[in-house]
């Protein structure tokens, strides 16, 4: 699982909940969600500086940032990490990527080792 703290060179406290991010917090994400998703490199500069306004962009403005698949892949993990702190009702569709060979998603249409 994502731990945003793990990346960040000053090591602040473990936040598990995405709405509490700093910058460094995202940016440490956005790096972990390249590797581990297998993402092209992200430019972090036009990301919000905050994990409340990250977890506020809509799929539109989220796809605009990093392209349409990315984004579902992104929104998809953001949800999860959201949900395991009950921090998300789910109210937009959150459903993964829907093609397996394009995604980084196992066979039961899941993230791999979330």
Do not use: N, Y
Not at 35 to 64: I, M, N, Y
Not at 66 to 77: M, Q, S
Request: charged content about 25%.
């Amino acid at each position: 699982m994502f731990d945003p703290s793990a990346s960040v060179t000053r090591r602040p406290a473990p936040v598990t909940d995405p709405r509490t991010w700093t910058v460094e917090h995202i940016h440490a994400w956005l790096r972990w969600a390249e590797r581990k998703f297998e993402l092209a490199p992200l430019d972090v500069r036009p990301f919000p500086s905050t994990g409340r306004q990250l977890c506020e962009l809509s799929r539109a403005q989220l796809a605009a940032l990093v392209g349409t698949r990315t984004a579902k892949c992104l929104r998809f993990h953001l949800h999860s990490l959201k949900k395991r702190v009950g921090a998300d009702s789910g109210s937009e569709d959150e459903s993964p990527p829907a093609s397996p060979a394009s995604s980084p998603l196992s066979a039961e249409g899941r993230l791999a080792s979330i």
